[in-house]
């Protein structure tokens, strides 16, 4: 069984891989969009930008969508504005990226119990990297990251990433997700989502099973 499902993901044809990166990211874009406007209160054109999305991402509305998202989302509470995200960058960006490595374990741990290879994503590629997988998937769940930053900047003054803050972020596994017919704990979630990532490689689904974040 095992040997059959990395056979199914090994062989997976590129256009099925480009089909499952389109639905990934109009589901990224899509989230980022009701988060900012859950937010903020003001319309945004992402969802429109959601709609544009085309086999494979071909004309990277992921980066025009994230652009306006980083620019708009009110991640400095003295300013009410957006932040420039970057990798290494300062507060609240230490915040992010440590939300989004729990995240990523998380997701990475899902795909494994799913028989899935980590180490072979269905857009990001790299030798190096061995959770290439698990950083696609999580993609659409980023947002609940960047909503429990939100929460953490109006609450807590402190810019340092303590134990305190640790803690916080850690809840985002338990946060509540829904699915049509259920919710369930994030964590639950990615395993629903890995488990149907795994049979849209044998050719039983079409399409992820994501979660809507919020109702």
């Keep these: 069984m095992q040997q059959e499902i990395f056979k199914n993901q090994i062989e ?17 874009i899509t989230n980022q969009g009701l988060l900012l406007h859950k937010l903020t209160g003001q319309k945004n054109s992402l969802a429109f930008l959601a709609s544009k999305v ?25 300013e009410g504005k957006g932040i420039k995200r970057e990798r ?4 609240p960006n230490n915040f992010l ?3 989004y490595a729990i995240l990523r374990a998380a997701t ?12 072979l994503g269905i857009h990001h590629k790299s030798k190096y990297n061995a959770f290439a997988l698990a950083d696609d998937i999580m993609e659409p769940f ?26 916080e972020l850690l809840q985002i596994l338990t946060q509540t997700v829904y699915f049509e ?11 629903k989502t890995a488990s149907s990532l795994q049979q849209c490689y044998t050719g039983e689904r079409k399409k992820i099973k994501y979660p809507k974040l919020w109702t």
């Design 108 to 119: 990475a741990r899902a795909l494994s119990g799913s028989g899935l290879l980590n180490t």
């Design 142 to 167: 980023r947002p609940l990251v960047d909503e429990k930053v939100f929460a953490i900047v109006q609450l807590y003054e402190e810019q340092e990433l303590n134990t305190k803050i640790k803690a």
């Design 12 to 28: 997976a044809s590129l256009p099925l891989k480009k089909q499952l990166w389109q639905q990934t990211i109009i589901e990224k």
């Design 97 to 99: 990226n440590y939300g």
């Design 181 to 191: 017919d259920e919710k369930s704990p994030l964590m639950v979630a990615l395993q």
């Design 54 to 78: 085309l086999s494979g991402d071909s004309s990277n509305m992921e980066g025009v969508a994230a652009s306006q998202y980083w620019k708009t989302l009110p991640l400095t509470p003295s």
């Design 88 to 91: 290494f960058g300062d507060y």
